[in-house]
């Protein structure tokens, strides 16, 4: 079902092969824990700006965090590619706008589509389908795939294609991932064949999932601290503790534990995959007695593993699954509390369950991480986030209710109203942030060559 919604350029859905190493290969480039330290100019500026647009409009912060996020994938990924828009005198960047952005709403329409369709026991994996008429009563999925297609090719072909409309143009681009990977393919003698689709395809997995997942797990800090003030009260105190009157950088994570944990719990505690991507088994297997035969799909429990204070490659075949029996205490006691202090204790391991696992483990983890600490620190330095009030003055009830979208992507979706103000004395850092921050300076070529170049 993959490939007739268009995901057959994500390297999730691709089997295991050389085509998939060549991806894998190139993300880990672009991703490596050494690599996403060299972006932070672009989080600090997508970070800031959020900052801005939740003093103006607090109440639409789910669609902010949503911008922003898709902001920082954008710019990372095409550092200011121009494009003549409606004022023929100004050159722009791809540096998208906050209200009603194409590439925004494609992005989670391409993902919602992923959720709801691309499941195992579909329909198309029975029999060719794609060839049924459309007229034939029973068969829902074309009009799925009419709906999810176009915006999960756009999602890909748009900002790549805008990219190669520059430089034919020979346009004055600044360094990007896409341009400079594309200079390199041009200076090779012996290229490897479908080298620029490796190019397009890793760049559009890149925005698909950090407008997903990531955004995601935004979501669920923000509420998380609703529910628990008393988490949000201790990451106010330690970030005043440790920053005093300025906000944070990457630089500051490793001074600040407990919002690390709070990090870390926001993962274990709602885990965005709660069961991850299916697997199919190479060839026969046993795993605790049971026997997998060959092309069997597997799925690993995200979920119940997250709640282990101990690694468990849990498999189990693809089935419903109690959700009640799954919520194990071997973490520590009541797992379904929000506590981040399970990870302050010594020995507990960070939740990568998130991420996936083995070789097929999210290669984009590193930046997420560091997406979720550089958001959030920087909300909570200057927010408070409370539940909002009624007619008649009383707080809002604010649970963490979810709607399952598909098996496989369990994206967030709760139930809220909330209210956000700054701080008392936290007012002026927001309204203060200068141009100079706004407007991150560009790398220069020097500085571009520290940064991978996409090679496969």
Not at 24 to 31: D, G, M, P, T, V
Not at 188 to 209: D, F, H, Q, R, S
Not at 364 to 390: H, Q, T, W
């Amino acid at each position: 079902m993959a490939w007739l919604l268009g995901w057959d350029y994500n390297v999730a859905f691709m089997p295991y092969g050389d085509w998939w190493r060549r991806h894998i290969r190139a993300l880990h480039q672009f991703f490596n824990s050494r690599a996403v330290l060299s972006y932070e100019p672009s989080k600090l500026k997508a970070c800031r700006g959020l900052l801005q647009n939740l003093l103006k409009t607090p109440e639409r912060f789910s669609e902010h965090i949503q911008f922003s996020m898709a902001r920082v994938i954008m710019d990372l990924k095409l550092w200011f590619i121009p494009l003549i828009l409606t004022s023929p005198q100004v050159i722009y960047a791809i540096d998208i706008k906050p209200e009603n952005d194409f590439l925004v709403d494609m992005v989670h329409v391409a993902v919602e589509g992923a959720g709801n369709t691309i499941l195992p026991g579909k329909l198309t994996r029975l029999f060719p389908v794609k060839y049924i008429p459309n007229w034939i009563p029973g068969i829902p999925f074309k009009k799925l795939v009419k709906k999810y297609k176009e915006p999960t090719d756009a999602i890909s072909d748009i900002p790549f294609n805008t990219v190669l409309y520059a430089e034919q143009e020979k346009k004055n681009i600044d360094h990007s991932f896409v341009s400079r990977s594309l200079e390199r393919l041009r200076t090779l003698k012996n290229p490897l064949p479908n080298e620029e689709a490796v190019i397009k395809n890793t760049a559009g997995i890149a925005y698909a999932a950090g407008a997903g997942t990531t955004f995601s797990g935004l979501i669920q800090a923000v509420v998380a601290s609703v529910l628990y003030p008393e988490v949000q009260k201790r990451l106010h105190d330690e970030l005043d503790t440790v920053l005093g009157d300025r906000l944070p950088t990457l630089a500051d994570r490793k001074d600040l534990p407990y919002f690390n944990a709070f990090c870390y719990e926001v993962l274990r505690w709602r885990p965005g995959l709660p069961l991850a991507v299916p697997h199919a088994a190479l060839e026969d297997d046993i795993y605790g007695g049971y026997f997998i035969p060959k092309g069997s799909i597997v799925v690993a429990d995200a979920w119940y593993i997250s709640q282990l204070s101990t690694p468990s490659p849990l498999l189990c075949k693809f089935t419903s699954v109690n959700r009640s029996i799954l919520r194990d205490e071997k973490y520590g006691p009541n797992p379904e509390e929000f506590n981040p202090e399970r990870f302050l204790q010594p020995g507990t391991r960070a939740p990568t369950e998130q991420f996936g696992f083995g070789r097929r483990i999210c290669p984009g983890r590193f930046f997420a991480l560091n997406i979720m600490f550089l958001f959030m620190a920087s909300i909570f330095k200057v927010y408070e986030i409370v539940p909002a009030k009624d007619e008649n003055g009383n707080d809002i009830p604010v649970t963490d209710r979810f709607i399952a979208s598909g098996v496989t992507f369990f994206l967030l979706r709760t139930f809220y109203t909330i209210d956000i103000y700054p701080q008392s004395g936290d007012h002026n850092i927001v309204s203060t942030i200068s141009s100079e921050i706004f407007e991150t300076r560009r790398p220069k070529k020097n500085e571009c060559d520290e940064a991978p170049t996409g090679k496969s």
